[in-house]
């Protein structure tokens, strides 16, 4: 676990070395769980969230893309269910004076039991190896059932209190289950008791007549109260969805594991409207074009897992998770909700206008049901370069570092490096810089021996380096060195278009996911 903890460290001053990302403010010592991007951290978000927006609307012929405001008008938030039910169970320890999230504190440790689990099936695994059957180790070891019913029991009650309301029965779950604060190592709890996520500001010069409103805690929320809007002027037949990517802000309770879970994030949302009674299979189908999606980029399939809710929010009839494996577990990345006709419905009763839909073929006016699907872009960006950063030994005894972010993603595409700062090598690195930077994000560096440069780019993310040398003179070709895979190859300058866009250019990668 230490080793978890080391890596995550790792990630975290890696990030801010290499210009990804820096707590915000932090020269007044910081605000928490809020970040800045810097010069690479911003081109690798730009670059995940093209990759959304063209997978999700540019090979979607039905789904449109939306920019709608961070302030809305208070309602919307009263008929999301947002000012009534966008509570956390919050709990504090008496002795370490921390807060917790308490539904978190028992879920870390059925986690915990889930991992006893895993280690006896990677024990039997060992043990019986070709001819282990996990499916069936799983459902017939004793150990393993008993662990099973175990963390079954507990995610069922916390479910069923969570839903209840039952706040007194969380508490005597925390303390039945003789769960600890990891500070102080003590059992002495407060009730718990709901804490609103909402950030409320005010909208108006005067203190009469100031309105109260909230920083939006989720974008979809601009997308329902648009639906029309959009339905109607892009004459829109369901099914169709509506995508956008934007702010959202939650005073989170327990704001750590870096951008993980953070005060003020951005999402990339889609609203997919169906006919009611489909939910079903648009559920499906939408549990598995993300997946596809996430695979697209090649970061391993077993890092990816689904994770169906036992307890489903207020406004959901089947919600699961795709989670990845983080340095500190598997951990939510995306969620998929199917919502009912909740939104719309309760838009309509609130705001006295209809949100129905003609359907011409079956020639009546419905609600339509919604399939969402929610990613946060940091915690993407996360998963990316959690997943990315390794150090890698070398056949001559060194280690190097790199960091391997899908190159469709990659903030510099390629790095030019002329062998010597004279002999005209400089002019000829400007002149294919100048013909590159029409497609590409390149950059030059022209400091240290080129080994340093290659290393500082391998750590920087760069898929491709380029090397001038003395022979580019003669010949007109240069050196193209492969990132991860360090393999250098000369090729003529007029090449070099195609190779890197083989390889970075995100029609290639896109093909994957149709
Ligand atoms: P969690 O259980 O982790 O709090 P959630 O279930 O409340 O997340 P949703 O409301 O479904 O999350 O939001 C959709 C997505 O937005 C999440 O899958 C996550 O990627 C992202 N997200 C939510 N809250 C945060 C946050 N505080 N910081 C960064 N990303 C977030």
Known sequence: MANQEDIFKKVISHAKEYGYVVQSSEIYDGLSAVYDYLQNGAE??????????????????????????????????????????????????????????????????????EA??????????????????????????????EYQEKADTIIKRLARS??????????????????????????????????????????????????????????????FVNFLNVQKSGRMKIPFGIAQIGKAFRNEIVARQFIFRMREFEQMEMQFFIRPGT????????????????????????????????KLAHYADA???????????????????????FDLGSHEKYSGKKLQYFDPELEESYVPYVIETSIGLDRMFLAILSHSLVDEELEN?????????PAVLAPTKAAVLPLVKKDGLPEIAQEIMDELRLDFNVSYDDKDAVGRRYRRQDAAGTPFCITVDHQTLEDRTVTLRHR???????????????????????????????
């Open 279 to 310: 939910q079903k299979e648009w559920y499906e189908t939408w549990k598995q074009t993300r997946m596809k999606w996430h695979l697209s980029l090649g970061m391993g399939a077993e890092n990816y897992r689904f994770h169906d809710h036992e």
């Open 116 to 145: 006893k689990i895993e280690k006896e099936v990677s024990k039997a695994a060992k043990r019986f190896g070709d001819a282990f059957d996990e499916a069936q180790f799983r459902a017939t070891n004793a150990r393993v059932m």
């Open 162 to 223: 969570l839903e209840k309301e039952d706040l007194e029965d969380v508490k005597n779950l925390i303390l039945e289950l003789d769960i600890v604060c990891p500070v102080s190592g003590s059992k002495n709890w407060t009730d718990v008791k709901q804490f609103n996520l909402m950030f409320g500001t005010k909208l108006g010069a005067t203190a009469e007549s100031a309105m109260d409103l909230y920083l939006r805690p989720e974008t979809a929320q601009g997308i």
């Open 44 to 113: 690798l978000k730009k670059n995940i969230r093209e990759y959304w927006w063209q997978a999700m609307v540019q090979l979607h012929e039905n789904i449109v893309g939306i920019d709608a405001a961070i302030f809305m008008h208070p309602t919307t938030w009263k008929a999301s269910g947002h000012v009534d039910a966008f509570n956390d169970p919050l709990i504090d320890n008496k002795d370490s004076k921390k807060r917790y999230r308490a539904d978190v504190l028992v879920e870390e440790h059925v986690a915990k039991i």
């Open 319 to 341: 919600a699961a998770d795709i989670e990845f494996r983080f340095p500190f577990g598997f951990k939510e990345l995306e969620g998929i909700h199917s919502r009912t006709d």
């Open 397 to 405: 005894g060194s280690t190097r570092t790199v960091l391997k972010i």
């Open 484 to 514: 991860d895979t360090m393999e250098q190859r000369r090729l003529p300058i007029e090449e070099l278009h195609g190779a890197i866009d083989r390889e970075v250019g995100m029609r290639h990668w896109l093909k994957k996911i149709l």
